[in-house]
């Protein structure tokens, strides 16, 4: 394959939804059926595109590409090397099942043809920032991302959501003002904001620290870390399930994201830790678990509790970041992997619940595990797999977190991995235990049937599901020796 | 002599000749105006293009008016700077002229649209005249008739509030000409010059002798340009005059005028005052903490704002600020920001005001609170507004982002991280009071029992061509940023 042909292909697939979606927004004027087939077909020919891209990235293959040159020293341009691959096929995948869901889920809302094209652009403008060659690129997509995502949050339009949209919308904008901040610190250090080069920040000084911190806010606002998670809770419970899924299990990890590039190619390993910024994220980081988890004991609303569930998950990311050691990467990464599955399984089966039955509060389900028998089986794989019980993919990535902090000499982390696996019980087994077991009373009113959601529905949240358990059981499975191959190719600038 | 040299001085004069002919023109054949009018700008603008070439081949030059050189006659110089702000004027001058074309029906009496016109061309060719002169008391003479015409173009309209706004403005606008004027005659005093370049090379012998009066000079340019420009404090004329004006003449005021006198301070600091003296004088020092007040304050201003337009005004003297802090930051790359940005907020704030124009021409509301909905029933109009206020916040895709981009560079560079975070800050003020309009206009129905009245689509159009412009300066801004640091090289020589 030449040379102009081999970089079309990551191009191809982010420029492709893009491009897509006024073609769906002009075939949803005609008909909802053609626009929600163009909707999937894009997903999967993004899917595929991205995929194709697997036998070369595994051969050690660095793809890069550049757009123009927006203004002198300062391009568009494109990279895709192990990482950018591992969270742009995530996303393409997770975003496929999202858009299958969604065509049930969102036959009954209004305003299909605003959500569908918003839904193709917003993966886009995801794999536009897991494939950006430069921080610049990064930063316009990041923004592209957030903004569009907006149309998610407030796509029900009800006050509770475009209160929550609305701050949204702004901490969005303070977390692009910070990014925006952070990025000309480093290029005014470092001379090019390219991610295709060394470090580009070399010793630590007052600039860096504050290139640093502002680079923590504006993407740690996305990947709604203590204290800037306060929209996170609000905007992703009000969207539509889907997108609460979307947003819950990829839009975050585009932060984590953001920051691993930050720490791997404006600073280094050794001057993060030379800088002390590791404690910085240490201690943010258990505050976040904490937090998150804390917080989410007290929430009825069943997608507000797992929106802080996410939160106290992120903290474990950021937990890794802040160890910074092969084992700890390798579980960031793998959690990145994990999470998008478990949180995506959840919200999805947590919106057919409420699509079916319209119940959001826990406090109304005990006995719907026996009316849902299949949704909640895959709820509590998921919710298990949360917690870190042992066959399940959660547990291999605390496990290999947990493996990492002792390395590190820090077995305060793994108690506080340990304290968060119980609360996690404490939060997500009083629903599941109760849905199955509870409610009894009630069946002798209303009898005994079985109200399960739509196929469409429910494929998708069995195959994340399976995913859990598969990539769990399995000792060398492809998320784990991704992400293997990716922390040795971070910290040591390749495995090969 | 061919054609071709006089360029320089017939950008200015067919305007000014226009301008005297408009209302004879008028009253001969009505219809006959506004192509003239027309026509006299899309001249200016090959002249400029001209120009432009000119510069290219040959580097910048000097234009003798009369053949009479200086210190006896008056120069023009023409640089790639000038030429810049020259094509900026023209430019968008003509775009804004031909929205006015449609909107004037409805704002104005139609006797009167005769002398608008006038005034119109007045002001497009005074303010190229400043931007091109080379002597003192001739940029006071452009100042003088461009500060008339202004005033007149906000009280064509009649209403009680544009007479007394534009009063407002006529008492400060002569505050500081007056100032200025005394400037001038202090400078004269002391060097005998008013040519740009003979009192740069007059002055420091001078300024040795008669430090004092020289200090009362610059004391006083500040004031007087700071006046004219809305420089904060002296911004207090601004929000009445330009709101209560038509539409078009808010879109030239906003977006044309304060630059021009934003672009003359900048002359005079960096031509007339040697380096040295500004290295003694910290005329950019306090240029830069005022354009830091208003920043923040214009924002801070707009956003208790309830009159759309209103509020837009305010955000004029905040983004004003950006211009300034461009200059006084003295650092190349902020400067080529604060350039940068002069063209950009000219299309950006043209266009927000054109989209005021057409919303109160279309529903009768001006109120920020009546805007809900509104995107529903004016789409097209409110994805512009939307672009704009993106652009004012600095979101990637639009011009604003390259500007501030340049500042924060600029002041990187000039070690002043402290206005980096003025601009990020005034980036969150800005979302604070554009996002809100935004959101309601599309988000929340549209209440209202009065038809929505058409709007002429030359309006829609210029208000389109501004939308794609914005976003064009934003999505391929090298041409403008290579051009603009080039000149800026070869102006400044740093």
């Given amino acids: 394959m030449n040379e102009a042909a081999a970089s079309a292909v990551p191009v191809f697939a982010f420029l492709f939804p893009i491009l897509m979606t006024p073609v769906i927004m002009f075939a949803g004027r005609r008909s909802g059926r053609l626009r929600n087939a163009l909707a999937l077909a894009t997903t999967v020919v993004t899917f595929l595109a991205v995929i194709s891209l697997y036998p070369r990235i595994i051969g050690g293959e660095v793809i890069q590409f550049t757009f123009f040159e927006i203004l002198p020293e300062l391009h568009i341009s494109f990279r895709v090397d192990l990482l950018s691959f591992c969270l742009a096929a995530l996303s393409a995948f997770i975003w496929v099942l999202c858009t299958i869901y969604s065509i049930d889920y969102m036959a009954r809302e209004h305003a299909g043809s605003r959500y569908y094209p918003v839904l193709i652009f917003t993966l886009g403008a995801c794999l536009g920032i897991f494939m950006a060659g430069d921080f610049f690129t990064l930063f316009i997509f990041f923004e592209l991302m957030s903004l569009i995502a907006y149309i998610l949050v407030i796509h029900e339009e009800t006050p509770a959501a475009l209160k929550a949209g609305y701050k949204y919308l702004i901490m969005t904008i303070i977390g692009g003002l910070a990014l925006f901040f952070g990025i000309i610190i480093t290029f005014e250090l470092g001379g090019t904001v390219s991610l295709s080069g060394g470090p580009l920040v070399q010793e630590t000084s007052l600039l860096a620290f504050l290139a640093f911190i502002s680079f923590l806010i504006g993407f740690g606002m996305k990947a709604g870390i203590f204290p800037l998670h306060v929209w996170l809770p609000d905007a992703h419970p009000v969207a539509p399930s889907p997108a609460s899924a979307l947003l819950s299990g990829i839009m975050l990890k585009t932060g984590a994201y953001g920051l691993l590039r930050v720490i791997f190619h404006v600073f280094s390993v050794e001057l993060v830790k030379s800088g002390g910024w590791d404690k910085i994220m240490g201690v943010i980081a258990v505050i976040t678990i904490l937090l998150g988890s804390a917080v989410a004991l007290t929430q009825d609303d069943i997608k507000r509790r797992l929106a802080y569930s996410s939160i106290g998950q992120m903290g474990y990311i950021l937990l890794g970041m802040s160890i910074l050691n092969e084992n700890t990467l390798i579980g960031d990464i793998f959690h990145i992997f994990t999470h998008a599955m478990i949180k995506s399984t959840l919200f999805l089966a947590a919106g057919a619940i409420i699509w079916k039955t319209g119940k959001r509060l826990i406090s109304e389900m005990p006995g719907i595990g026996r009316q849902m028998p299949f949704t909640l089986g895959c709820f509590s794989l998921a919710a298990l797999a949360m917690i870190g019980i042992p066959p399940l993919n959660g547990f291999l990535s605390k496990w290999t977190l947990g493996l990492g902090a002792l390395e590190a000499g820090m077995p305060f982390y793994v108690l506080i991995l340990l304290v968060s696996s119980l609360l996690n019980a404490l939060y997500y087994l009083p629903i599941i235990v109760p849905a199955f077991f509870g409610g009894l009373e009630s069946d002798h009113e209303h009898g005994f049937d079985i109200k399960e959601a739509t196929p469409r529905m429910l494929v998708p949240v069995a195959i994340l599901a399976l995913g859990t358990l598969i990539f769990g059981l399995l000792p060398s499975n492809i998320p784990f020796d991704l992400s293997r191959l990716t922390a040795s190719y971070l910290l040591r600038g390749g495995p090969f | ?494």
Wanted: aromatic share 12%.
């Fill in chain 2, 1 to 494: 002599m061919t054609l071709q040299h006089h360029f320089p001085a017939l950008i200015i004069v067919i305007f000014l000749i226009c301008a005297f002919i408009m209302p004879l023109l008028f009253r001969w054949r009505s219809t006959l105006c506004a192509p003239a009018l027309l026509l006299v700008h899309l001249l200016a603008l090959a002249m400029a293009v001209a120009l432009l070439v000119r510069l290219y081949a040959g580097g910048p030059f000097y234009y003798h008016l009369g053949n009479w050189a200086p210190p006896w006659g008056i120069e023009l110089k023409i640089d790639f700077l000038r030429v810049y702000m020259v094509l900026i004027l023209v430019g968008l001058g003509l775009w804004i002229f031909v929205y006015a074309l449609k909107d004037l029906a409805h704002e104005l009496k139609r006797e009167v649209t005769g002398w608008y016109y006038a005034l119109y061309a007045l002001l497009i060719g005074s303010m190229s005249g400043m931007a091109l002169t080379n002597d003192m008391f001739n940029l006071f003479v452009f100042m003088e008739i461009c500060g008339i015409a202004s005033c007149a173009i906000i009280s064509i309209k009649e209403s009680r509030e544009c007479l007394e706004a534009s009063f407002k403005y006529l008492i400060l606008s002569a505050m500081g000409t007056g100032c200025y004027l005394m400037a001038i005659a202090m400078i004269y005093m002391v060097t005998g010059q008013l040519n740009f370049q003979l009192i740069r090379e007059a002055l420091p012998a001078a300024a040795g002798l008669y430090p004092n009066n020289l200090l009362v000079a610059t004391a006083l340019i500040i004031v007087a340009f700071g006046t004219k420009a809305a420089l904060f404090p002296l911004h207090v004329w601004l929000p009445d005059a330009h709101a209560s004006a038509p539409s078009p003449s808010s879109a030239v005021l906003s977006g044309l005028v304060i630059k021009i006198y934003a672009f003359s301070l900048f002359n005079i600091l960096f031509f007339v005052f040697p380096a040295s003296f500004r290295q003694a004088v910290p005329i950019n020092e306090i240029v830069l903490w005022l354009a830091t007040l208003g920043i923040l304050f214009g924002s801070i201003f707009a956003m208790v704002q309830e009159d759309l337009k209103k509020m837009l005004a305010y955000s004029s003297i905040a983004q004003i600020g950006y211009v300034f802090m461009g200059i006084g930051l003295n650092q190349p790359t902020a400067l080529l920001g604060g350039f940068y940005h002069i063209l950009n907020h000219a299309l950006m704030k043209g266009m927000l005001f054109m989209v005021a124009g057409v919303i109160i021409q279309a529903t009768g509301r001006r109120r920020v609170k009546d805007l809900n909905g509104i995107g529903h029933v004016l789409p097209l109009v409110m994805i512009a507004f939307t672009v704009g206020g993106f652009s004012m916040i600095g979101i990637p895709g639009t011009g604003g982002l390259i500007s501030k981009w340049y500042l924060a560079e600029g002041a990187l560079l000039a070690n002043r991280l402290f206005f980096v975070i003025v601009i990020v800050l005034s980036s969150l003020l800005n979302a604070v009071y554009y996002l809100p309009i935004i959101i309601n206009a599309f988000l929340n129905p549209y209440e209202g029992r009065e038809p929505v009245k058409p709007v002429s689509r030359l309006m829609v159009g210029a208000i389109t061509a501004g939308m794609i412009a914005v976003i064009f300066f934003g999505v391929y801004p090298k041409p403008v940023i290579v051009f603009l640091k080039a000149a800026l090289a070869a102006v400044i020589g740093m």
